[in-house]
C-alpha cells in the first residue's frame, strides 16, 4: 500500500493587537477575512503532509485507545464528584441537633 500525500495550505498570521507585542501564528484557512482587526496575513505556503498507509484494523485499534483514554478521563472525574458528595454527606451527618442548656454556652 502507498503512501499517501495531502497538499495543506498553511496561512501565516500576524496579530495586529496594540496592546500587545506582535506574534506569529498558522492556521490552515486566512483568519484575516473573518477577523481583520486581529490578524493581517504575512504569507501562505502549501505543504505536503505524508499520511502513513494504515490497514482498517490500525484504524480501530486508535479508535479503541482514543474510547479508553475518554472511559479514563471519564472515571477519574466521577470519582472526584462522587469524593464530593460523600463529603458533603459526612459533613452533614456529623452535625449534632442536641438541645444545650444556656449555662453550657461560654460566652
Do not use: W
Not at 51 to 79: C, F, H, T, W, Y
Request: contains cysteine.
Amino acid at each position: 500500500m502507498e503512501a499517501l500525500t495531502i497538499p495543506v495550505t498553511v496561512y501565516v498570521m500576524a496579530t495586529t493587537n496594540p496592546y500587545l507585542p506582535t506574534s506569529y501564528h498558522s492556521f490552515t484557512c486566512d483568519m484575516s477575512q473573518q477577523y481583520p482587526d486581529l490578524y493581517v496575513l504575512v504569507t501562505t505556503k502549501t505543504v505536503e503532509v505524508p499520511i502513513p498507509a494504515l490497514e482498517p484494523i490500525d484504524i480501530i485499534g486508535m479508535q479503541v485507545n482514543a474510547l479508553r483514554a475518554k472511559k479514563e478521563k471519564i472515571s477519574a472525574e466521577a470519582k472526584k464528584e462522587l469524593g464530593v458528595i460523600e463529603d458533603q454527606i459526612q459533613q452533614l451527618l456529623c452535625i449534632d441537633h442536641s438541645p444545650i442548656e444556656e449555662s453550657d454556652v461560654p460566652f
